[in-house]
């Protein structure tokens, strides 16, 4: 990979052991995806917060880094909800722990907003055509998909990286020739809601790393779209998808149809409404019920408070969003909260050992229905927003 002369100074050490190991970091990148250059990016989105996910060797090797990100920078989910962490019987020892992580984070200038929907909180980190360095699977997706940006699936280590740069190599969905779709999907039958994490629990398992274009019969909203890349992003390697007629124009790219721009494409499968329906057949008898993966939206907060007005929850319901989504909209917080419903903020359900103590885990989403055995070592049920309302008011 071609390195200008200032990149070749920091790479040798002229700016000293930090920035010369995150070059390192980027350059053999570079070499293995066989990146031409480094390009600059917008903004960073940094996985590897979670104590529970990366223990005492994280924290140590976080805490020896110095020195300031170059672009905007924000964190994904931690282990704990910062402020109500004691109400999710967290101990006071992985408090003071992710404490610590958070905090060396934020001493390198990372804002301390830990989501995997920073969209939602900044539009200005990820414009159509933007490049990024982004590391939680469903945002890279959402990046990718709907917004008409540019990440690859970063890992914690090469994220920082690129922020302490402010560059990452041109390679993988950098590059126009990656961003054809190569598997066509026809879904049959019209899908909401938890239907697109349905889907996508399917959809990416068959996809792998591919990328995939949709034609449906119904035509998602954002956050179904959200879901639908986060559930393809775990059950597959799905980093961008398009439906058909919606995605947003690629700059450089005719906008691809499932059935015209075939250019690319070497499968194509068909979805029976018979196969989602099969992903909601798995019961359990939940103990926790949560939605929020990913985070909610201010439209999902909104939609929660109307489907819990009057009533009240009899089992645990936690709500997932970022503390700034809750800052802002402190009327949505209150209104599901009265129904004894918990807003839990900067932490989820499956990188919080918050919810290891749960037998059965009732969600909304393929990412966390594929994701809640292995992290949290629960069963998990999916059903869609109203099951969930259902299931916590019933005595
Ligand atoms: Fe976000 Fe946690 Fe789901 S990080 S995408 S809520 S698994």
Redesign the pocket.
């Given at each position: 990979m071609y390195l200008t002369p200032s990149e070749e100074l920091i790479l040798n050490g002229e700016q000293g052991y930090v920035l010369q190991k995150a070059m390192e970091i980027l350059t053999a990148l570079g070499d293995i995806y066989d990146a031409d250059r480094l390009i600059p990016i917008k903004s960073t989105q940094i996985a590897g917060v979670s104590y529970k996910n990366i223990g005492e060797a994280g924290l140590e090797w976080i805490s020896g880094l110095s020195g300031t990100v170059k672009v905007p920078s924000i964190l994904?989910?931690a282990g704990l909800d910062r402020v109500r962490w004691r109400e999710l019987s967290i101990s006071e020892e992985f408090a003071a722990k992710q404490d610590a992580v958070i905090r060396a984070y934020e001493s390198l200038g990372i804002l301390p907003w830990c989501t995997?929907t920073p969209y939602e909180i900044r539009a200005d980190l990820a414009m159509p055509g933007d490049h990024l360095a982004w590391s939680?699977s469903?945002a890279v997706a959402y990046a990718n998909s709907v917004i008409g940006a540019r990440t690859n699936r970063e890992g914690g280590p090469s994220a920082l990286a690129a922020a302490l740069i402010g560059k990452t190599p041109n390679y993988g969905y950098h590059l126009d020739r990656n961003r054809l779709p190569s598997i066509a999907i026809r879904v049959e039958g019209r899908l909401s809601g938890a239907d697109y994490g349905a889907l996508g629990y399917i959809a990416g398992a068959i996809a792998g790393s591919g990328v995939p274009i949709f034609s449906l019969e119904s035509v998602p909203t954002n956050d179904e779209r959200k879901a639908l890349g986060?559930a393809m992003a775990a059950s597959g390697a799905v980093a961008l998808h398009y439906i058909g007629g919606v995605a947003p124009l690629p700059p450089t790219l005719p906008h691809p149809q499932p059935d015209q721009d075939t250019r690319d494409i070497v499968e194509q499968i068909t979805i029976e409404h018979s196969e989602i329906e099969e992903v909601y057949r798995h019961q359990c008898d939940p103990d926790l019920i949560t939605i929020?993966?990913?985070?909610c939206s201010a439209a999902e907060l909104a939609r929660l408070r109307d489907l819990l007005a009057g009533k009240t929850v009899t089992k645990e319901f936690w709500i997932?969003t970022s503390g700034i989504m809750r800052d802002r909209h402190p009327d949505l917080v209150t209104g599901i909260e009265s129904s004894g419903a918990k807003v839990i903020c900067d932490t989820?359900m499956?990188?919080s050992p918050s919810c290891e103590r749960f037998n059965c885990i009732m969600v909304t989403?393929g990412?966390?229905l594929a994701?809640v055995p292995q992290m949290c070592g629960s069963d998990a049920v999916l059903g869609s927003i109203e099951d969930c309302v259902r299931s916590a008011v019933t005595p």
């Open positions: 994904n989910p995997c939680e469903s986060a929020g993966c990913p985070h997932f989820c499956v990188v989403s990412k966390a994701y």
